[in-house]
């Protein structure tokens, strides 16, 4: 099975910040690799997918980059809407998701 | 617009069974690949199993948690999918989504739409 490991685990950043976050996968998946961003009581929602293609009707200031094993998801200036937890997720071999990267309001 | 109803959820004792269902509508059932998605309270996502649609075969796989005990499977007549839950455990808690995959052939894909959820409740 292919484990995902997302860092960090929580990010404390302000609006208006550049945020980075990872992704690794224990194997390669080329670039088939999605990122989901999901709030509290609600169901996740696709950002990218192909590693760094953007879902219609995503914001501009969300992409994603990488393949191989190492991948990151960038939000270029953070909105209020974007306080989330964010996912990663592998679909080379079946699937599977990362245990998330939660932003939060520093 | 795609629409997706699970169903079924509810609480359960250990070692119990529940059927889930997701009735799927805005889209051609008979040609996804279908997906059990869940998420245990205040935790993250996790992959249960996926469905392929019966022109590539109808099997299904499974994630080694629940490998053994769930059984996914299909009505396309009926534009539903099932999960089957056997000898359920208190971690198999949790709120499970079906959905649909968007992929390429040769690999699994990923989740475009999602329902609201159904909860199970294991616990005694």
């Known amino acids: 099975d292919i484990q995902m490991t997302q860092s960090p685990s929580t990010l404390s950043a302000s609006v208006g910040d550049r945020v980075t976050f990872t992704c690794r996968a224990s194997?390669?998946?080329?670039?088939?690799l999605a990122w989901y961003q999901q709030k509290p009581g609600k169901a996740p929602k696709l950002l990218i997918y192909?590693?760094?293609s953007l879902e219609s009707g995503v914001p501009s200031r969300f992409s994603g980059s990488g393949s191989g094993t190492e991948f990151t998801l960038t939000i270029s200036s953070l909105q209020p809407d974007d306080f989330a937890t964010y996912y990663c997720?592998?679909?080379?071999?079946?699937?599977?998701f990362g245990q998330g990267t939660k932003v939060e309001v520093k | 617009e795609v629409q997706l109803v699970e169903s079924g959820g509810g609480l359960i004792k250990p070692g119990g069974s529940l059927r889930l269902s997701c009735t799927a509508s805005?889209?051609?059932?008979?040609?996804?690949?279908m997906t059990w998605v869940r998420q245990a309270p205040g935790m993250g996502l996790e992959w249960v199993g996926r469905i392929r649609s019966q022109s590539d075969g109808g099997a299904a796989d499974y994630a080694a948690p629940v490998r053994g005990r769930f059984t996914i499977s299909r009505d396309d007549s009926t534009n539903t999918v099932y999960l089957q839950m056997n000898s359920l455990k208190t971690e198999d808690t949790a709120v499970y989504y079906c959905t649909p995959l968007t992929r390429m052939p040769g690999y699994s894909g990923y989740v475009r739409d999602w329902g609201q959820g159904t909860l199970v409740t294991v616990s005694s």
């Open positions: 805005g889209f051609t059932l008979s040609n996804a690949w």
């Open positions: 192909k590693a760094s």
């Open positions: 997720q592998q679909y080379n071999t079946y699937l599977s």
């Open positions: 194997q390669s998946i080329s670039s088939w």
